[in-house]
């Protein structure tokens, strides 16, 4: 199947529009236009939660962009089967040592201080792109070797149960298995213990949480593969079903582990995995299931999902001054208009510059120019 499904390209530019300023500008216009009436739970959902908190709206965006990494890859490795012959394997192995290689330096670059030069500046784990990497180094390996749903079923149950139990059973330096405190738990003793200095500093795990990643991108490639093997509304049914239960699951799971995404424990996983499935399968409907009408309407948000590689460096990488790359385009043409706003001028702003990045987007996608590794 060469066609691309629009559900998936749309719930990646859903996800890259929201990081990429969507949520500031709503947030903004909130603040404006409803000021201290705005309620104090919707606000919250524009910030991270804090540890041991509840799970936030602005929680979900990257699980999201690795669920749907996962759900992608079923499409691209039957590609790879079907162009490859009978050694497909090792140009594969090519393409996901490549792309794990690429990624991981990226995730250096945009926020390990790769770039600085500086040693001491240098963090080695620390970004969604090596989440990411790492959740596909599982799940290709898991596909290329193991193709069959039943097969990523019990993988991604197995990375669950093995994460899930380490955390809450292994004892470490003198520490009891079971902890979750911000700096004193098993997979953030694990990052400082491997890493040394190039440890960030932060209370997010990386190196033990593959397992979480893996799950998490292998839930996605379940998806993926349903969606794959039969279009429709059936399949809509299925993944829905599959999300209802992560989230039950979740709930029960909580009761003796609690819901924290910095180290994304098991509950993290079933239930942002939930969301992630009962997101797809919506747009499942909408954009795939319900004809030309409804596919039309996907085009801005493809025009997101198709470069979101693109968008999210020129977002996140940062200058010297702390802004980001697309800030030094955007400030110098909407700083005189915005600040003659007054009151709103931070809202124009926010919202002149996202325009301006979508129609760049769209100018490199109606030209087919995809930044991809």
């Not at 201290?36 to 939660?49: C, E, G, I, S, V």
């Not at 139990?165 to 700096?183: C, E, H, K, S, T």
């Amino acid at each position: 199947m060469n066609k691309r499904i629009l559900s998936i390209d749309a719930l990646r530019g859903l996800d890259m529009l929201i990081l990429c300023g969507g949520a500031t500008v709503l947030s903004l216009w909130l603040e404006y236009s409803a000021g201290d009436a705005t309620p104090a739970w919707l606000m919250k959902q524009f910030n991270h939660a804090e540890w041991g908190g509840d799970f936030t709206c602005w929680d979900l965006v990257m699980p999201l962009f690795i669920f749907i990494t996962g759900a992608s890859m079923p499409f691209a490795f039957a590609k790879y089967r079907e162009k490859g012959g009978e050694h497909w394997r090792w140009g594969t192995t090519w393409r996901v040592t490549r792309r794990v290689a690429l990624l991981f330096i990226l995730g250096m670059l945009v926020q390990g201080g790769l770039a600085s030069a500086v040693p001491q500046r240098m963090s080695l784990f620390c970004n969604t792109l090596q989440a990411i990497a790492e959740g596909y180094l599982i799940t290709a390996a898991v596909l290329m070797f193991c193709s069959k749903l039943r097969g990523q079923i019990i993988t991604a149950a197995t990375c669950m149960v093995v994460y899930w139990a380490l955390l809450r059973f292994v004892p470490y330096q003198g520490q009891p298995g079971g902890l979750f405190m911000p700096d004193n738990n098993l997979a953030i003793y694990i990052d400082h213990y491997l890493e040394g200095r190039l440890q960030d500093g932060t209370p997010y795990s990386w190196i033990l949480t593959a397992l979480s990643f893996g799950a998490l991108t292998l839930m996605g490639s379940i998806c993926g593969s349903l969606i794959r093997e039969k279009q429709g509304q059936a399949t809509v049914i299925k993944i829905s079903a599959a999300g209802v239960a992560c989230l039950a699951a979740a709930c029960l799971l909580e009761y003796d582990t609690p819901l924290i995404k910095h180290i994304f424990t098991t509950t993290a996983v079933l239930w942002s995995g939930g969301w992630c499935m009962l997101l797809l399968a919506l747009f499942h409907l909408v954009f795939d299931c319900c004809g030309a009408v409804t596919a039309k309407c996907a085009y801005p948000l493809q025009v997101f999902g198709c470069n979101a590689l693109l968008a999210y460096l020129l977002i996140e990488i940062h200058g010297p001054h702390g802004h980001n790359l697309w800030w030094g385009i955007a400030h110098p043409l909407f700083y005189g208009i915005s600040a003659r706003c007054e009151a709103a001028a931070a809202l124009v702003h926010a919202g002149l510059s996202l325009a301006l990045l979508w129609l760049f987007l769209c100018f490199l996608y109606r030209h087919k120019a995809f930044l991809r590794v």
